[in-house]
């Protein structure tokens, strides 16, 4: 794998506020000092821009779904889908050295517009997918690839049958190492496939609609997504797939019922992901529709209930003007603390779009970042969380310093350090556990649940100082892992289902 190393950039953007407490649906542009009661917390946060997109090098112009991931070695990885002279790229960067690199440039016969982002797989691998090229041809119609530690190798070209064509979201990987994805377009929009990590592909079930969104694996281990049309009202859906490919909708959109005892529209065209967060539940966005035709958030419970918990609403005709963002693209992100976190590319106090947060009750909503033309602008991408704590994403333009190439940037101060369970969330006694964190070298003891552990030298592999596998004990307990280190343990979002 060949890495094209870049200058370290330092802040280019440091914006720190103190907020006191949000109202419901009140926006308030960054940087700005913000005084609550004193019985809230305080909390110091701050966005910062990494690194400005340079168009012939890195590759540019981030959409929608280009998801980052976190690989073993602690680096975030991604992929943008246009540069100049190329067919896009596969990108890293490094949250302990500052470091931004370019691995991979597509040749267009290897791929063309990348514009999945990356997931992490089980076995430690990335895995992504070309909207284009592929087989040998520039104007193919796309390829599901893998990174690793050979570089960058295709598993499967799509041929615009039944197996459909041009995919835009990147497939998951489920505990038996078998990955799932979705495709676009082509003559069979709206494919659902399965694939071996050697690239032995199966086409298992037609979806409602052709989706952008990604699949996620629920802890019942079948398989979530979203789809922007289809439904009863061709609005979208959310369904449910087993890994067999049958399919049940949980959810069609329809923006003309109120589904909250007619108080808030329902939302439509949900073009971003869905998330099963740490309370079981499942919660996403939609693009349109709500009380302002500007998007919702909804939240459907584990038993199959459908809310709406917010309306997004962007005005400047309101008095006062409330800038909330409008239209999102992408999923939410988990905090692990109760509240989800998300981004919209357009409205707000710029015209650029906002990071916003709101607990998962929906009762309470703020604005975080303001996006701009200088320091990045347009978020389509879903934010992600790492281990250290912070949000990273992507924006499709802003930066300098030409204002239009996009930025990676980061959210920090509101979200903490945490332990990533990766791969299987459930297992037997023995099982082999995968996490994913910071500082583990100095770790000394992983526990199950509030029950037994496994120390260092018994049943701890200390691997790397970002990643390490853990035996489950006999008679371990279901529930969050922590790993206990000297300078304070780190927990995870997830439980882990212990089985005897």
């Known amino acids: 794998m060949k890495y094209q190393r870049t200058r370290r950039f330092g802040i280019a953007v440091l914006a720190l ?30 966005y910062k821009q ?19 991931a976190e690989g073993l070695d602690g680096n975030l990885y991604g992929t943008l889908p246009s540069q100049l002279g190329g067919y896009g790229t596969v990108v890293s960067y490094s949250p302990k050295l500052d470091i931004f690199s370019t691995i991979h440039n597509f040749q267009g016969i290897d ?23 592929g087989a040998g041809t520039t104007t193919g119609y796309g390829t599901v690839f893998k990174v690793g530690s050979s570089g960058v190798t295709d598993l499967h070209t799509f041929n615009n049958g039944t197996g459909g064509a041009y995919p835009w979201a990147a497939p998951v990987q489920t505990v038996d190492g078998t990955l799932f994805g979705v495709t676009y377009n082509g003559s069979t929009p709206g494919t659902a496939y399965s694939i071996s990590p050697s690239g032995v592909f199966t086409t298992i079930a037609n979806l409602p609609s052709k989706t952008q969104a990604p699949l996620i694996v629920g802890t019942d281990g079948n398989l979530y997504g979203t789809t922007p049309y289809g439904g009863t009202a061709n609005r979208g859906t959310i369904f449910k797939m087993t890994p067999s490919g049958a399919i049940t909708i949980l959810h069609s959109f329809d923006p003309s019922t109120l589904p909250n005892n007619g108080t808030d529209h329902d939302g439509g065209i949900p073009i971003g992901p869905i998330l099963q967060a740490t309370d079981g539940n499942f919660y996403g966005v939609t693009t349109w529709g709500g009380n302002n035709d500007q998007g919702v958030v909804y939240q459907l419970t584990s038993g199959g209930a459908y809310k709406v918990l917010h309306t997004f609403k962007n005005s400047t005709q309101s008095t006062p003007a409330v800038l909330e ?20 590319p357009s409205g707000g106090a710029n015209g650029y779009g906002t990071l916003y947060r709101l607990t998962v009750t929906g009762t309470s909503f703020g604005v975080y970042h303001n996006f701009d033309k200088q320091t990045g602008g347009s978020p389509y991408s879903t934010l992600f969380l790492h281990t250290n704590g912070i949000l990273y994403g992507v924006t499709s333009t802003g930066g300098t310093p030409d204002q239009t190439k996009g930025v990676l940037y980061e959210l920090f101060g509101l979200t903490k350090p945490y332990a990533a369970i990766v791969g299987a969330t459930a297992g037997h006694y023995g099982s082999k556990v995968g996490i994913l964190g910071q500082g583990f070298t100095k770790a000394t003891a992983v526990q199950f649940g509030a029950s037994l552990y496994t120390a260092k030298g018994t049943g701890l592999q200390i691997v790397s100082d970002t990643y390490i596998i853990a035996t489950v004990p006999k008679g371990a307990a279901s529930g969050k892992i922590t790993v206990e280190m000297p300078n304070g343990n780190l927990i995870s979002h997830q439980s882990y289902i212990v089985y005897p």
Do not use: M, R
Not at 50 to 68: E, R, Y
Not at 325 to 344: F, I, K, M, Q
């Open 17 to 46: 506020a103190v907020f006191g407490s949000f109202a419901q649906s009140q926006s308030s542009p960054s940087p700005q000092l913000i005084i609550g009661p004193p019985s809230y917390p305080i909390i110091i946060y701050g």
């Open 50 to 68: 990494l690194h400005n997109f340079v168009w012939t090098s890195d590759g540019c112009c981030a959409l929608n779904p280009d998801s980052l």
């Open 111 to 133: 791929g063309s517009s990348p514009q999945s982002g990356l997931n992490l797989g089980a076995d430690g691998n990335l895995y992504g997918a070309t909207e284009w090229g």
């Open 325 to 344: 963002g409008a239209n999102p693209t992408s999923g939410l992100a988990d905090g692990g603390d109760g509240y989800l976190y998300g981004v919209s």
